[in-house]
């Protein structure tokens, strides 16, 4: 059984990031959840997957997000660029608005400290949706 700390932060194997598809594989242990968890997904230069860290674990279809707990690990781990995502256990994965404010919440955070936030990922045990395909990922007001 794994313990609640290994679970939050947890190192990833060498996976390069090109797609929103290539990050899939280490959010697949979140997708069947019943609750809403929202994770940071670390990079550095070359893109590589650093550390997956969970930040909060939310109620059915809602969590709490701020942008000092999810930039806070990035910054610690001297990232070059974050993916957040975060699972909808309902299975619908049109983003609501909430997942929109906090998208751009985001974006302008990581923009002023200099860690680009590259895409925001909404997924499920059937798929995903991509704010940078879907051509939302807001550009930073900065």
């Known amino acids: 059984m794994m313990k609640i700390d290994e679970l939050r932060e947890r190192r990833e194997p060498s996976v390069k990031v090109r797609a929103a598809t290539d990050v899939l594989p280490v959010l697949a242990r979140y997708a069947g959840r019943r609750q809403e968890h929202f994770v940071v997904v670390i990079l550095d230069g070359a893109h590589q997957v650093i550390r997956v860290k969970l930040i ?3 109620l059915l279809n809602r969590t709490l997000i701020h942008p000092r707990e999810v930039l806070r690990p990035a910054i610690l781990e001297s990232a070059a660029g ?14 609501s608005r909430e997942d ?3 998208t751009r919440r985001l974006v302008d955070s990581g ?7 590259l895409d925001h990922l909404i997924f499920s045990k059937n798929g995903y949706f991509s704010f940078q395909e879907a ?3 807001p550009s930073s007001t900065s």
């Open 82 to 95: 974050i993916i957040v995502a975060h699972n909808h256990p309902s299975g619908n994965l049109d983003p």
């Open 100 to 102: 929109r404010e906090i």
């Open 56 to 58: 909060t674990v939310g």
């Open 135 to 137: 051509g939302l990922l």
């Open 111 to 117: 923009q002023l400290i200099g860690i680009p936030v």
